[in-house]
């Protein structure tokens, strides 16, 4: 996602950018749409720009329960500040990325890659009453019962 210096020293407001998954060139990701949107603004600060707005990414995570594959759209809020003061960026702050006054447009591929990575749950559940996969017969339990269920209830019940 470029944007050009000429148009940041002009200033944009809920500028929509559209970016196609598959210039994220990672495959350690799977998504329900094959767009993913950046809704941005961007205003002038002493040595650089502002630039705030919003991802909005269509996930598609795997129940770690029952192994569906759930679509989640997220909308991932992020400000960063684009500058040419070296001083900014030595404060080890990962909102800042130099720009170089000589350079006529900057990247924010890897800021919004990040941003997308954050975003992933460690755990993650279609719901929190998702009743997993049967561990003998292996079918989803949020779509079919299994005689086995039953079974071991019985069991249970009689001990
Ligand atoms: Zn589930
Ligand atoms: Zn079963």
């Given at each position: 996602?470029?944007?050009?210096?000429?148009?940041?020293?002009?200033?944009f407001t809920d500028r929509l950018f559209e970016i196609p998954v598959d210039s994220l060139?990672?495959?350690?990701?799977?998504?329900?749409?094959g767009i993913i949107r950046c809704l941005c603004s961007s205003e002038s600060f002493p040595n650089g720009?502002?630039?705030?707005?919003?991802?909005?990414?269509?996930?598609?995570?795997e129940c770690d329960r029952c192994l569906d594959m759930n679509s989640d759209e997220r909308k991932i809020p992020f400000t960063v500040?684009?500058?040419?003061?070296?001083k900014l960026?030595?404060?080890?702050?990962?909102?800042?990325?130099f720009f170089p006054n000589t350079a006529d447009e900057i990247d924010l591929m890897e800021t919004i890659y990040d941003l997308i990575h954050?975003?992933?749950?460690?755990?993650?559940?279609?719901?929190?009453?998702?009743?997993?996969?049967?561990v003998r017969c292996g079918v989803n339990l949020?779509?079919?019962?299994?005689?086995?269920?039953?079974?071991?209830e019985n069991t249970v019940l009689e001990a």
């Open positions: 996602m470029k944007l050009f210096r000429t148009d940041l020293i002009t200033g060139d990672k495959s350690d990701l799977v998504f329900s749409s720009f502002k630039i705030k707005g919003t991802v909005t990414v269509p996930y598609l995570f500040w684009v500058t040419e003061d070296t960026i030595d404060k080890v702050n990962l909102d800042t990325l954050i975003e992933i749950p460690v755990k993650y559940l279609c719901s929190n009453s998702c009743r997993g996969i049967c949020n779509h079919q019962s299994c005689e086995c269920l039953e079974q071991s």
